[in-house]
């Protein structure tokens, strides 16, 4: 069993950043494929950003790359999504997820995760 727990969205600003954590208990977070994935208004799921199991590879959904970046601290068993130059688009729940298969890669799918937090709202105000 994995139980992750997302915190640090909020109401911001375009423009403004924020910084997304999603702390790990449970199942060893090493080891399993990561990813950020978040869910607007009226929308379905989507991939945001992942992480390789090494911590080596980052893959982003083109409508955040050059502003969001993922990254982990495995001493502490928590990831993060450093969001910078938000836009009203980027407004939405984010949730962090584990993929299902170690040693897996990177999915876009998020029926390839199998634990997922309980998200964190993010809107951005134009």
């Known amino acids: 069993q994995v139980q992750l727990v997302e915190s640090g969205g909020g109401v911001v600003q375009a423009g403004d950043s924020l910084r997304l954590s999603c702390a790990a208990s449970g199942r060893a977070f090493s080891g399993y494929a990561k990813g950020w994935f978040r869910q607007g208004p009226g929308n379905e799921r989507e991939f945001v950003a992942g992480?390789?199991?090494?911590?080596?590879?980052?893959h982003y959904a083109d409508s955040v790359k050059g502003r969001f970046t993922i990254s982990r601290d495995s001493a502490k068993n928590t990831m993060y999504l450093q969001m910078n130059s938000l836009k009203p688009e980027d407004t939405g729940v984010y949730y962090c997820?584990?993929?299902?298969?170690?040693?897996?890669?990177?999915?876009?799918?998020?029926?390839?995760?199998?634990?997922w937090g309980q998200g964190t709202q993010v809107t951005v105000s134009s």
């Open positions: 997820a584990t993929d299902r298969q170690k040693y897996g890669s990177v999915s876009y799918s998020s029926s390839d995760y199998d634990y």
């Open positions: 992480l390789s199991w090494s911590g080596t590879n980052t």
